[in-house]
């Protein structure tokens, strides 16, 4: 499977979301899979960032799946897309999940689990030199403590 123009369409219309508001979305654009648990956290040097936010079209979606294709069929590998609240650009990317270890969850309870994966996901954040990551349990964005400039 891989996604239709319909799907890119509606991925894009979650990015944009309402002007003032942040906006996203992850999905695998093969199996069309959404996480809806963890942390989202860009891979190095994936990132398609386009300023301001009102110069993304649904078409760079597909465009970014077609010249992406060979790492985005990967099945850790998800599509991405945000905007932030400002408005200033939109980011377009290959993401990573940062999920609760089984093993942890085990010995020391889902919580502890929990929170290391989002430790690992900010630490992964910040080594990347990210903004921020997307939990999708606080469903919003969570500042690394990094800056780009």
Do not use: C
Request: glycine share 8%.
């Amino acid at each position: 499977m891989t996604l239709s123009k319909a799907q890119f369409h509606k991925y894009h219309a979650q990015m944009m979301a309402t002007p003032g508001e942040e906006g996203g979305f992850t999905v695998h654009a093969v199996t069309g899979e959404e996480p809806s648990t963890g942390t989202m956290v860009s891979l190095p040097d994936t990132e398609h960032l386009t300023a301001p936010a009102s110069a993304t079209k649904p078409s760079a979606l597909p465009h970014y799946v077609n010249k992406n294709r060979e790492s985005l069929s990967r099945p850790d590998v998800y599509l991405g897309g945000w905007k932030p609240e400002s408005d200033e650009f939109t980011t377009i990317d290959r993401s990573q999940r940062f999920g609760s270890d089984p093993k942890v969850a085990a010995e020391y309870g889902p919580d502890v689990a929990e929170a290391d994966a989002l430790t690992s996901a900010l630490d992964m954040g910040l080594a990347r030199n990210q903004f921020s990551a997307y939990n999708f349990k606080r469903q919003r964005s969570i500042p690394t403590g990094g800056d780009r400039a």
